[in-house]
Nanobody
């Protein structure tokens, strides 16, 4: 079993920045990828960014050039640096880990961007 805990959310003005963190614990061996998803009220959950065990990354078109995902394998941590935030970025952000065919989720952290 893998446990994930997110932190770093909050309320910021448009154009501001936030850095989200996710700590993994438990049976963390052979985690092949980690990522960030978000879900706004009335919207479906969407992939924001993903990073593999080897460090390869991909990001959604909606955040390309503004968000950066990174990880520290030794510390079992993954991060999401969010710059130039827009009101449409407002959502609950969830950390995810892929271990084989099992997908694990954190409880989420709220990000609110005011105009």
């Amino acid at each position: 079993q893998v446990q994930l805990v997110e932190s770093g959310g909050g309320l910021v003005q448009a154009g501001g920045s936030l850095r989200l963190s996710c700590a993994a614990s438990g049976s963390i061996f052979r985690i092949n990828a980690m990522g960030w998803y978000r879900q706004a009220p009335g919207k479906q959950r969407e992939l924001v960014a993903r990073i593999t065990r080897g460090g390869n990354t991909n990001v959604a078109d909606s955040v390309k050039g503004r968000f950066t995902i990174s990880r520290d394998n030794a510390k079992n941590m993954v991060y999401l640096q969010m710059n130039s935030l827009k009101p449409e970025d407002t959502a609950v952000y969830y950390c995810s880990a892929l271990q084989g065919w099992d997908n694990y989720w954190g409880q989420g952290t709220q990000v609110t961007v005011s105009s």
